[in-house]
């Protein structure tokens, strides 16, 4: 913040404007975990944002209420499914419209994971199929009108959430980390296919993080596992994320393309 005195003696303070200043961000599974962090986050860096979820209206309403505490509405919720095409279309219709402006920034972070932890062999094609239309198909789908419609020539981002699982492959998360490796390929090539237009895209890869979707189905032995096997001696926090995804945002992040980050505290 820089301090002007004027020739009458009146001091004029200039506030340096914050980094994404007034870009209008999509993220979705934002009503809770990872998602929320993401959403605040921006909006702390000066980002409009639409807070998708699912079905938890309540707590969509509630990350809406905090960015909207100032004067200016800076947030609106929207529920949508991912993995339906025509709900994706609205999301961003409703970005636009409820901003008056075009999208600057998709963030897919809207995600499921079987909490059965089943091995290949006893995965049901159900459970198969679920997982892979929210994470893989959701992600398609939102990427894909990402593409079309973020604006060019300078600040669109397209940031997807996958995991580090991806790296450490580990047993019982199959249909997971393969869906979230269709991700991973998905948005190297985005990134090249969007030459020319000043988009990027990537993906944040984390590891364990304590949310809902961390600790469903998990014994404390298995949540003390995941402890030991980070360097950090942690598990990862919402928060250890969000800024991640932040940098990536902002201008100061437009040379990582087509790039996996992988925020885990050093597990793999
Ligand atoms: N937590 C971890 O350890 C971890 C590690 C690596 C990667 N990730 C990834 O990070 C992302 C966020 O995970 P999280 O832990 O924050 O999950 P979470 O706490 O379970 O939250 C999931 C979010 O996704 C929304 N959602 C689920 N299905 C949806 C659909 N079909 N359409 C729209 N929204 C949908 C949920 O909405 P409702 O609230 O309305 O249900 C919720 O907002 C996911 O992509 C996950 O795979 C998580």
Redesign the pocket.
């Known amino acids: 913040m820089a301090a002007i005195s004027s020739s009458s003696s009146t001091t004029v303070t200039l506030t340096p404007p914050l980094a994404l200043q007034d870009r209008v961000a999509i993220v979705?599974?934002?009503?809770?975990?990872?998602?929320?962090?993401i959403a605040l986050h921006l909006a702390s860096l000066g980002a409009k944002v639409v807070i998708?979820?699912?079905?938890?209206?309540a707590?969509?309403d509630a990350v809406a209420a905090q960015i909207n505490s100032g004067s200016s509405v800076r947030a609106v919720t929207l529920?949508?499914?991912?993995?339906?095409p025509e709900?994706v279309k609205h999301i961003f219709d409703a970005a636009e419209s409820a901003f008056n402006s075009p999208i600057h920034i998709l963030v897919?972070?809207?995600?499921?994971?079987d909490s059965k932890y089943p091995s290949l062999a006893t995965t049901t094609i159900e459970d198969f199929d679920l997982t892979f239309?929210?994470?893989a198909r959701?992600a398609f789908l939102c990427c894909k009108e990402a593409a079309k419609r973020i604006k060019q020539g300078g600040g669109g981002r397209i940031i997807?959430?996958?995991?580090?699982?991806v790296a450490s492959l580990k047993p019982g998360y199959m249909a997971?980390t393969a869906s979230?490796a269709a991700v991973e390929a998905m948005v190297k090539i985005l990134a090249k296919e969007l030459k020319g237009t000043g988009i990027t895209a990537n993906a944040v890869?984390?590891?364990?993080?304590?949310?809902?979707?961390?600790y469903?189905g998990k014994t404390d032995e298995a949540v003390k596992k995941a402890v030991d096997e980070c360097p950090l001696g942690r598990?990862?926090e919402?928060g250890d994320?969000a800024p991640v995804v932040g940098f990536l945002a902002t201008d100061a992040g437009q040379w990582v393309n087509g790039q996996i980050i992988r925020v885990?505290g050093g597990y793999v």
Not at 79 to 84: G, K, P, V
Not at 205 to 214: D, Q
Request: charged content about 10%; aromatic content about 6%; proline content about 3%.
């Open positions: 979705t599974g934002a009503s809770r975990g990872i998602g929320r962090a998708n979820y699912a079905s938890n209206s707590q969509a529920q949508a499914d991912i993995s339906d709900q897919n972070s809207a995600g499921v994971l239309s929210v994470n959701g997807c959430l996958t995991t580090s699982l997971y979230k890869a984390p590891g364990p993080v304590a949310t809902e979707m961390f469903a598990l990862g919402t994320v885990n």
